[in-house]
Nanobody
Framework: QVQLVESGGGLVQAGGSLRLSCAASGIRISEYTMGWYRQAPGKQRDLVAT???????NYAASVKGRFTISRDNARNTVFLQMNSLKPEDTAVYYC??????????WGQGTQVTVSS
C-alpha cells in the first residue's frame, strides 16, 4: 500500500522560509517521478515542482528561483525548500508519485499560510 505523508507546513511571514517533507512508504521513490502540487481555496490544484527518477527538475514559473525540490532516496523522502515566500503561496501542498502520467499515489496535504 502506497503512503505519502507530508509535513513541515505552517504559518510564516512574507519573505520567510519553510521546508516541506514527503515521506513515502510502499514504494521506492527512486523508481518514480515525484512532485509537489498546491491548491488554494476556490482554485484548481496546480503543479509546483517535479523531480524525475533521474533527478531532472521542473518548476512552475511562479516559484522558479525561490523553491527547490530534492530527494533523498536513502530516506525515501522528497523535500520542497521554499524561500522568499509570498502571500500568494498560501495553499495546501500535496505530494504526488507518478510514472508516465499514471498516478501512483497522493498525500493528504499540508497547509502553508503566508501572512503579509
Amino acid at each position: 500500500q502506497v503512503q505519502l505523508v507530508e509535513s513541515g507546513g505552517g504559518l510564516v511571514q512574507a519573505g520567510g522560509s519553510l521546508r516541506l517533507s514527503c515521506a513515502a512508504s510502499g514504494i521506492r521513490i527512486s523508481e518514480y517521478t515525484m512532485g509537489w502540487y498546491r491548491q488554494a481555496p476556490g482554485k484548481q490544484r496546480d503543479l509546483v515542482a517535479t523531480i524525475s527518477y533521474g533527478s531532472f527538475t521542473n518548476y512552475a514559473a511562479s516559484v522558479k528561483g525561490r523553491f527547490t525540490i530534492s530527494r533523498d532516496n536513502a530516506r525515501n523522502t522528497v523535500f520542497l525548500q521554499m524561500n522568499s515566500l509570498k502571500p500568494e503561496d498560501t495553499a495546501v501542498y500535496y505530494c504526488r508519485a507518478f510514472s508516465s502520467g499514471r498516478d501512483i499515489g497522493w498525500g493528504q496535504g499540508t497547509q502553508v499560510t503566508v501572512s503579509s
